[in-house]
């Protein structure tokens, strides 16, 4: 995958996120583990040097993302308030990390 790839990806990930966080409806585990998956390396994914900090900082959004969807369907009871969870901030702020390496 080529920065720019990684870019648009991380991009496109980063709306989704922002559009779930803004949806009326309860978000569920569901989704953003899909969410999730569109952000993990691919079962392929070699180390390369010159991609490590992009690599980085898509794990680290990929691992936010994962922790957000594990406790949302942890936290069935109080799905509707999960938008206010600390948790989503740190997803996005890990996305746009993401974004920003992919530049």
Do not use: G, Y
């Not at 496109?12 to 922002?18: D, G, K, T, V």
């Not at 070699?46 to 922790?67: F, H």
């Not at 594990?70 to 948790?87: C, K, M, R, Y």
């Amino acid at each position: 995958m080529t920065s720019f790839e990684d870019f648009e990806l991380a991009q496109a990930i980063h709306r989704e996120l922002l559009e779930l966080r803004a949806r009326a409806t309860s978000v569920t585990a569901v989704e953003l583990s899909v969410l999730a998956a569109k952000a993990e390396l691919p079962a392929n994914w070699q180390p390369d040097e010159n991609r490590a900090s992009i690599d980085d900082a898509r794990t680290n959004a990929w691992l936010a993302i994962c922790r957000l969807a594990s406790e949302t369907a942890n936290n069935q009871t109080a799905a509707s308030e999960v938008h206010t969870d600390p948790l989503w901030a740190v997803a996005i702020d890990r996305v746009q990390a993401w974004v920003a390496e992919a530049v």
